[in-house]
């Protein structure tokens, strides 16, 4: 399976390349925006693209998304301001859907936050304005599209070691979950079908990753 995986120097997304860098079944193609980012994935074998999501156009993007199988969207604006909120995690991202569709890639695999919708787009503090673009765009994902999709919505991140232990489902209590096993849960939804047309939320448990997927 080959797989695009937009924002692909993020920490989710670095695991998510540690991980596939010797799998027989998935190979990623990872979309970056400078080149000083390239030498990582060359040193896992791994092709690199040059895109910039808030400047680069659909029909480029769409290029790149080529005889591709599936695209992961990792990418985000990482507290730079609310222009480029808006530009990457949810413009950027319906452009990527876009491109998707227009290259005929069916899979798409969004990570999304841990709670979207009306109650949490409603609640005032630092977050409400990414909730919001976050909930639009999974939205456009899930209605505006014909993709193939999954909505991943992890728990607060954290940098220590995975277990490669999860719980999946819906309406958890928030709480933590390792970066590298949001990314081993990627994996795992590449690998299983039954995740299609469906989103969940993800965080630290006591299930194995590809039992939990597959429990879905």
Same mark, same amino acid.
Request: hydrophobic share 40%; glycine share 8%.
């Given at each position: 399976?080959?797989?695009?995986?937009?924002?692909?120097?993020?920490?989710?997304?670095?695991?998510?390349?540690?991980?596939?860098?010797?799998?027989?079944?998935?190979?990623?193609?990872?979309?970056?925006?400078?080149?000083?980012?390239?030498?990582?994935?060359?040193?896992?074998?791994?092709?690199?693209?040059?895109?910039?999501?808030?400047?680069?156009?659909?029909?480029?993007?769409?290029?790149?998304?080529?005889?591709?199988?599936?695209?992961?969207?990792?990418?985000?604006?990482?507290?730079?301001?609310?222009?480029?909120? @808006?530009?990457?995690?949810?413009? %950027?991202? !319906? /452009? &990527?859907? +876009?491109?998707? #569709?227009?290259?005929?890639?069916? *899979?798409?695999?969004?990570?999304?936050?841990?709670?979207?919708?009306?109650?949490?787009?409603?609640?005032?503090?630092?977050?409400?304005?990414?909730?919001?673009?976050?909930?639009?765009?999974?939205?456009?994902?899930?209605?505006?599209?014909?993709?193939?999709?999954?909505?991943?919505?992890?728990?607060?991140? @954290?940098?220590?070691?995975?277990? %490669?232990? !999860? /719980? &999946?489902? +819906?309406?958890? #209590?928030?709480?933590?979950?390792? *970066?590298?096993?949001?990314?081993?849960?990627?994996?795992?939804?590449?690998?299983?079908?039954?995740?299609?047309?469906?989103?969940?939320?993800?965080?630290?448990?006591?299930?194995?990753?590809?039992?939990?997927?597959?429990?879905?």
């Amino acid at each position: 399976m080959k797989v695009l995986v937009v924002g692909a120097n993020g920490k989710v997304a670095r695991h998510f390349a540690e991980i596939v860098k010797d799998h027989e079944n998935i190979q990623e193609t990872a979309m970056i925006r400078k080149a000083e980012q390239e030498s990582f994935f060359e040193e896992r074998g791994i092709e690199t693209v040059l895109l910039d999501l808030a400047k680069n156009s659909i029909d480029e993007l769409a290029e790149a998304a080529k005889g591709m199988d599936a695209v992961i969207f990792s990418a985000g604006a990482g507290g730079k301001g609310l222009d480029k909120t @808006v530009k990457i995690d949810l413009d %950027g991202a !319906i /452009k &990527v859907m +876009t491109a998707a #569709e227009q290259a005929g890639v069916k *899979r798409f695999v969004m990570v999304s936050t841990f709670r979207t919708g009306r109650e949490e787009m409603e609640k005032e503090n630092s977050l409400q304005v990414y909730t919001i673009t976050k909930n639009y765009a999974d939205e456009w994902l899930k209605n505006r599209t014909e993709l193939d999709w999954t909505i991943v919505h992890p728990g607060i991140l @954290v940098d220590e070691s995975g277990t %490669g232990n !999860i /719980k &999946v489902g +819906t309406d958890f #209590e928030i709480n933590e979950i390792p *970066r590298e096993d949001v990314a081993r849960t990627l994996v795992a939804v590449l690998e299983n079908d039954n995740t299609i047309k469906k989103e969940f939320e993800v965080l630290a448990g006591d299930k194995a990753v590809n039992d939990a997927v597959k429990s879905l």
